[in-house]
């Protein structure tokens, strides 16, 4: 199949086959979605046809939403057979008060008992001391779970996207459904299953949730070393499995797309993300003077902060490169009040420092080569989408796209926990679907207005200190 790929990424996607699991998908069963509330729809949907398994992973589960607890119930309900799996964020889902993330799963929990099962991750950046230092939701800015994936059965759809309203409604991501795909379903599965290892799990108490750490050999913020071990042998037996596997001739004609997943989780010195990324901007390179077009990469992030090693990658390339990044109004922080309604402004600052080393790094001048910014911004909506899409040129559709968790920035990088997947075609209906969805988010764009922007001095000193976690 690598040959049937475009000469710009030929060469990339063998490579690639050979350090990452790979799993071939016919284009028929990819879905691009566009719009929160077809994402929100299609999660329902995938639920309500769920009857073995049902596996969720989100930074939490917003304490409101009924409909979607409702859903889920009626699922377990009505297939007596069925089991619920939810991977969610630690610290994120035990903020404490009334309205508590973890609290609105205890109906399942407590009717379901043995067939709801519920691991929160905790970021082992946040030593025991400062636990019981750091307040909460500040806590969560030593690193959380981060992966979102929403499957069940045979069928799994990846976003960037959380359950909460704001998702389903007015808060732009992407969302890319996988239909029909057992190989793949599974990889995801077992990967969350994966994670449980070395997570809490929640059980119901008539007191309330209750958090339990199964693993008597290891604490809960020393697991960096089991998690390094794990991840590393869960990827390696994927990637033997992807390598060995003969497709039958049917199958091979069938499939047009390939998918590789990453994950990035620098904590546990697991930086697939990065290493894939460097591997493709160094294979652009080397084909530079072998191809007759021009590469264009388009890349986007709700949160732009790109790491310092993935700021070097574009500035040292010829690649052109066209991104988008959540205005200040767009940010899902903003109006927020105490020191969390400096985040804009912080992202505001990390933009000007961006563009000032992309001027400084005297980037060709050709348009075809050049870095842009431009900001997005809806009326009341807010910008959460990342990823990058990959064209031969500026006049013709994607051939990969890079989706998933991922933000791109330094906090995704050496903090949270990222799945996300690169995805290869032939098709030309799926490359025609990745350019809609590129239109589609550069509606809502206009040309970068940050250099207008003040920055106080308080929130410079802010960034100071906590820009890794931005």
């Given amino acids: 199949m690598t040959r049937n790929f475009d000469p710009t990424i030929r060469e990339f996607v ?56 409702n859903a889920l119930d009626d699922a377990l309900r009505t ?24 609290l609105s799963l205890l109906p399942l929990l407590r009717n379901y008992e043995h067939r709801v099962h519920i691991s929160l991750f905790r970021s082992p950046k946040l030593s025991a001391a400062m636990t019981n230092i750091v307040p909460p939701r500040f806590n969560e800015g030593w690193g959380t779970w981060h992966a979102k994936i929403y499957g069940s059965d045979d069928e799994v759809m990846i976003s960037g996207a959380n359950l909460n309203k704001a998702y389903f409604s007015n808060r732009q991501d992407r969302y890319i459904h996988f239909s029909a795909q057992p190989a793949l379903a599974d990889y995801c599965f077992s990967f969350l299953q994966a994670i449980s290892g070395f997570s809490y799990r929640v059980l119901a108490t008539p007191d309330g949730p209750a958090l339990h750490w199964d693993d008597t050999s290891v604490l809960p913020w020393q697991i960096q070393s089991k998690a390094e071990r794990v991840l590393s042998q869960f990827q ?67 949160y732009f902060g790109l790491s310092k090693e993935y700021q070097d990658l574009i500035l040292k390339s010829n690649v052109g490169c066209s991104i988008i990044a959540a205005s200040p109004k767009a940010n899902g922080f903003y109006g927020s009040g105490g020191l969390s309604g400096l985040i804009p402004e912080g992202y505001t600052l990390l933009e000007k420092r961006f563009m000032s080393a992309v001027r400084a790094a005297r980037r060709p001048c050709s348009s075809n080569h050049n870095v842009s910014l431009k900001e997005w911004e809806r009326d009341g909506w807010t910008y959460h989408a990342k990823g990058i899409w990959l064209s031969p040129s500026v006049d013709s559709p994607p051939v990969l796209t890079l989706f998933g968790s991922t933000n791109l920035n330094s906090r995704s990088t050496n903090l949270d926990t990222e799945l996300s997947f ?14 809609e969805e590129i239109k589609g988010l550069h509606r809502w764009a206009v040309p970068w207005r940050g250099g207008e922007r003040k920055v106080r001095w308080r929130t410079k000193a802010i960034v100071a200190l906590v820009g890794g976690m931005l």
């Fill in 14 to 69: 063998s490579c690639l086959a050979q350090k990452q699991p790979s799993f071939k998908v016919a284009s028929k069963d990819v879905h691009v979605l566009s719009q929160p509330s077809d994402f929100y729809a299609n999660l329902l949907n995938i639920i309500r046809r769920a009857r073995r398994r049902i596996f969720l992973s989100s930074l939490y589960i917003g304490f409101s939403e009924t409909e979607l607890i």
């Fill in 422 to 435: 690169v995805m290869a075609t032939t098709s030309d209906e799926l490359r025609q679907k990745l350019q």
């Fill in 79 to 102: 297939n007596p057979g069925l089991h619920l799996y939810l991977n969610l964020d630690y610290n994120r889902s035990t903020r404490p008060g009334p309205s508590s993330p973890i």
């Fill in 236 to 302: 390696m037996k994927h990637l033997l499995s992807s390598v060995s596997s003969t497709s039958s001739e049917e199958q091979t004609n069938s499939s047009d797309v390939v998918i590789f997943p990453v994950i990035q989780a620098g904590q546990f010195n697991i930086r697939e993300e990065e290493h894939t990324l460097s591997m493709l901007f160094d294979h652009l390179a080397s084909r530079e003077d072998r191809l007759n077009q021009e590469p264009i990469m388009n890349l986007t992030s709700g």
